[in-house]
């Protein structure tokens, strides 16, 4: 996944991802960066959704 779609995800915007990616030090590591920007497994960040979203949030 790449920024976008972590946003897309979250409902937030890009530029919130890439905050939350260097402030978090829970938020997964990505596994590459490539021209277009870092990119993380799909699966890492749904696991770190399902551990930090807030009960009652989609």
């Known amino acids: ?5 972590i946003a897309e995800r979250l409902g ?5 991802v890439h905050q939350i990616a260097t402030t ?3 938020f997964p590591e990505p ?6 920007g870092k990119v993380w ?6 696991r770190w959704i399902s551990e ?6 989609p």
């Not at 930090?52 to 949030?57: D, E, F, I, K």
């Open 12 to 16: 937030v915007s890009r530029v919130r």
């Open 1 to 5: 996944m790449g920024t976008a779609e």
């Open 31 to 36: 596994l590459d960066e490539i021209k277009a």
């Open 52 to 57: 930090h979203r807030p009960p009652g949030r």
């Open 41 to 46: 497994l799909a699966q890492d960040i749904e």
């Open 24 to 26: 978090d030090p829970s």
